[in-house]
Structures are given as C-alpha cells and as structure tokens.
C-alpha cells in the first residue's frame, strides 16, 4: 500500500471467489492494496493460500476460504466463516468461472451443466446468501463478473455465452430489488484478457483478436481489477444495475 494515502476500501470486508488465479487473484491483491480486509475463496485451497501469502507479504490482510459456488452447503459454510470471524461483509466478487468448450451439436450434457452450475448457479447461491446481511447492513456492494462473450457470444461457447448472459440478466434483476436497502448490484464485462483461459488459443486466433481491439492489446487481469474496485468503493455509490465492459475497445 501507498503510504501517506486514505485507502479508499479501509477496513471493508471482502469476499472474493475464483480468487486462487487470473483475475480473481488480481482483484483479491487489488482490493487489499486499498485497505480491505479480503477472503479469498476457491476449489483449489493450494493457489489460494499462496495467493494469500503474496498479499499479507506485501502487507495486506487477506484469509483464504475453500468454496464450491455450485454447492449451496459450501457456499453457506464459506459466509458463516467470514460473518463469524468479521461480523459483517461489504463487498462480493462472483468471479469464478469455467469453460468446456465446444461446438453446440458436440456438446455434452455434462459440460453444458457444468459450465450453468459454476458460472451461473453459483452467482445465485453466493449472491443470496451475501444479501442476508448486507440488507441488515443496509449496505453492500455485489460485483459479478460477465464477459464479452455474453454480450456478443462466441463459436464454440454456447454455454460459456448463456451463462455469462445469465449473468448480465441476473444482475439488472438484482440490482432493482435491493437498492432501496443501500446495495447496489453490477457487472464487469472483460474483452479477452491474459489468463490461464486465454492462454490456450492458437497465434492464428490471437492475432484475429488483436485486429479487432482497438487498444492494440489484450487486457491484463489488473485492468478488470481497478474496475472491479472502482465499482465496491463509496465513489460508485449511485452506480447500480450496470455493466461495464472493460475491453480495449472491442465492442465498441
């Protein structure tokens, strides 16, 4: 952290999920850099706690809590933990995310379901069970992560595009029914941005990608961050119900 600065998240309690790589570790890092307490949550309990170690070594304040956004017991047991040891919970990142990607008439059951389950299901079931205290609160900030695939779709990501247009759905929804109790609900669209995700697609892909970013690059999970901490912080107190692509330009 700066010295000499007022963090703008002093003291706010965290809760982030997919947290243990990509994006999710940069908003986790992000968010600490500005003074808050943050709970990094995913399956994998082995990157979390090393993510956790960079943050506290730097000299933020983060815990790592194992999760499965999917299972409703997990995700209930994950909030207890964060009420009990911080007595309440400002800010939610529904960021964990999969992909199985293939073209629709291949697509399996199973890699349909399980792309709903974690992508979609699981910003319902942490969602709900945030908005219990927050509305005691009167206060909160709900953040999901969506993509620019859910806005324009993609080939061979059927599933991946109608989870994270669920999302967009799901959070104007949100959004309406709890921002008389001082809880604003949005959304961050990332364009493609270098992550173990992207890192998988062909120099022919990548190259067709770069064409059509306006920016000239693909983004970095520390672009989606600033925006994600944009959106928790007091500056963005009468911002609700919207979805900010954060893209380069792409879909402009």
Same mark, same amino acid.
């Given at each position: 952290?700066?010295?000499?600065?007022?963090?703008?998240?002093?003291?706010?309690?965290?809760?982030?999920?997919?947290?243990?790589?990509?994006?999710? &570790?940069?908003?986790?890092?992000?968010?600490? #850099?500005?003074?808050?307490?943050?709970?990094?949550?995913?399956?994998?309990?082995?990157?979390?706690?090393?993510?956790?170690?960079?943050?506290?070594?730097?000299?933020?304040?983060?815990?790592?809590?194992?999760?499965?956004?999917? #299972?409703?017991?997990?995700?209930?047991?994950?909030?207890?933990?964060?009420?009990?040891?911080?007595?309440?919970? #400002?800010?939610?990142?529904?960021?964990?995310?999969?992909?199985? #990607?293939?073209?629709?008439?291949?697509?399996?059951?199973?890699?349909?379901?399980?792309?709903?389950?974690?992508?979609?299901?699981?910003?319902?079931?942490?969602?709900?069970?945030?908005?219990?205290?927050?509305?005691?609160?009167?206060?909160?900030?709900?953040?999901?992560?969506?993509?620019?695939?859910?806005?324009?779709?993609?080939?061979?990501?059927?599933? $991946?595009?109608?989870?994270?247009?669920?999302?967009?759905?799901?959070?104007?929804?949100?959004?309406?029914?709890?921002?008389?109790?001082?809880?604003?609900?949005?959304?961050?669209?990332?364009?493609?941005?270098?992550?173990?995700?992207?890192?998988?697609?062909?120099?022919?892909? &990548?190259?067709?990608?770069?064409?059509?970013?306006?920016?000239?690059?693909?983004?970095?999970?520390?672009?989606?961050?600033?925006?994600?901490?944009?959106?928790?912080?007091?500056?963005?107190? $009468?911002?609700?119900?919207?979805?900010?692509?954060?893209?380069?330009?792409? &879909?402009?």
């Amino acid at each position: 952290m700066s010295g000499g600065q007022t963090a703008a998240l002093a003291d706010k309690v965290m809760l982030v999920t997919g947290a243990s790589r990509g994006i999710g &570790r940069a908003v986790a890092s992000t968010l600490a #850099d500005q003074g808050a307490v943050v709970v990094l949550a995913a399956r994998d309990t082995g990157r979390l706690d090393a993510a956790v170690g960079e943050i506290t070594t730097a000299g933020g304040r983060a815990e790592a809590v194992a999760i499965d956004v999917a #299972d409703r017991a997990s995700v209930e047991a994950a909030l207890k933990r964060v009420l009990d040891a911080h007595g309440r919970i #400002d800010g939610l990142v529904n960021n964990a995310g999969v992909t199985r #990607d293939n073209l629709v008439l291949r697509m399996k059951d199973e890699d349909w379901q399980a792309v709903l389950s974690t992508n979609l299901t699981g910003v319902f079931l942490c969602t709900q069970a945030a908005l219990k205290p927050m509305i005691k609160q009167r206060s909160g900030r709900i953040v999901n992560i969506t993509s620019v695939v859910g806005l324009i779709g993609n080939a061979g990501q059927a599933n $991946y595009a109608a989870s994270k247009a669920g999302v967009v759905g799901f959070t104007k929804s949100v959004a309406r029914e709890v921002a008389s109790r001082g809880i604003t609900v949005n959304a961050v669209a990332p364009g493609f941005v270098e992550t173990d995700m992207t890192a998988a697609m062909t120099d022919k892909a &990548r190259e067709a990608v770069l064409a059509a970013i306006p920016m000239g690059r693909v983004g970095r999970p520390e672009d989606i961050a600033g925006a994600v901490a944009f959106l928790v912080s007091d500056a963005a107190g $009468y911002l609700t119900g919207q979805v900010l692509g954060v893209d380069g330009g792409f &879909r402009m």
